[in-house]
């Protein structure tokens, strides 16, 4: 099976700042986070609603790029962070 994204909900986690959202193999549910910094053009201090509209202007470049981490290593949840868009 192949990662696909037919959920488009996503969220902040505070604790983490990063958007959450999630993936499903199958039957399989996987989590990703996408650090704050990684987001187009992120102010240090971006708000929650800031980060989610990044979040939604870049989604199918963010899905990709979670698409390449977890064809390489398959985990329950990977942290996308700046490193994972250059």
Do not use: W
Not at 30 to 52: G, I, N, Y
């Amino acid at each position: 099976m192949t990662l696909a994204f037919p959920n488009p909900s996503r969220s902040f986690d505070e604790t983490r700042n990063a958007v959450r959202f999630t993936g499903h193999d199958g039957m399989f549910e996987v989590r990703f986070f996408v650090e704050a910094a990684a987001l187009a053009r992120p102010k240090a201090d971006a708000s929650e609603a800031e980060c989610l509209s990044a979040f939604d202007a870049t989604r199918n470049a963010i899905q990709d790029v979670a698409r390449k981490a977890y064809s390489g290593n398959r985990r329950a949840s990977y942290t996308l962070t700046s490193a994972d868009f250059r």
